[in-house]
């Protein structure tokens, strides 16, 4: 009679693991009488078993795991296995620099924000009603009106933002405000002398 000895973990598999996959670790131990075997994930117990089978896998399920090996004479650990989960981009969104308002000649930054494994690299933007795109890389100076998305890629898929409206107020327009702003301001002071 012994404890369990020579506990290791099994993964089936490539090793790349995308979401969507089925995989199995599986339990390798050495013991007399057969050990009790329960499978840990960060510091939880997530199931028993020799085997333990994940399927259609998650980005939730990325983590460490190890397996215990338990008899009446002793316990043992194996070492760590790390599932990394890759997924596609997901939660795409633009985020705007300022207001989204510009005068005549200036220009707004636009930044594709996305979740990824790997992380997004390759970033399209578009106009709206535009058959091709406008941009690349994960900024983006737009300097006309419209309404603009990203579209975020890795070697897994893409997915686009929704739009965001840019507007361009003309420098005349700006120009004329003040200028009634300013007036008002000299015919009040006049008023109250």
């Known amino acids: 009679m012994y404890p369990p000895r020579s506990v290791s973990v099994l993964m089936s598999g490539s090793g790349v693991i995308v979401e969507g996959d089925s995989v199995t670790l599986n339990c390798m131990s050495d013991s007399n009488p057969p050990a009790e075997i329960s499978w840990i994930k960060g510091g939880t117990v997530v199931g028993s078993g020799r085997i333990y089978n994940i399927s259609k896998i998650s980005s939730d399920d990325s983590g460490e795991y190890k397996c215990k090996s338990i008899n009446e004479h002793g316990e043992k650990y194996s070492?760590?296995?790390t599932l990394n989960v890759m997924y596609p981009p997901r939660n795409v969104s633009v985020l705007i620099n300022g207001?989204?308002?510009i005068v005549e000649g200036d220009s707004v930054t636009l930044n594709c924000i996305?979740?990824?494994n790997?992380?997004?690299?390759?970033?399209?933007?578009?106009?709206e009603n535009e058959p091709s795109a406008v941009g690349s890389g994960q900024s983006f100076s737009a300097l006309q009106s419209g309404r603009f998305y990203c579209q975020a890629h890795n070697q897994h898929g893409?997915?686009?933002?929704?739009?965001?409206?840019?507007?361009?107020?003309?420098?005349?327009?700006?120009?004329?405000?003040?200028?009634?702003?300013?007036?008002?301001?000299?015919?009040?002071?006049?008023?109250?002398?």
Do not use: H
């Open 79 to 81: 070492d760590t296995v």
């Open 99 to 101: 207001s989204g308002v």
């Open 114 to 116: 996305s979740d990824s």
């Open 118 to 127: 790997p992380p997004a690299l390759n970033f399209s933007w578009f106009k």
């Open 158 to 193: 893409s997915q686009r933002s929704d739009a965001v409206t840019v507007s361009v107020k003309g420098s005349l327009v700006i120009y004329i405000s003040i200028g009634v702003i300013c007036g008002a301001a000299v015919i009040i002071m006049m008023l109250i002398w």
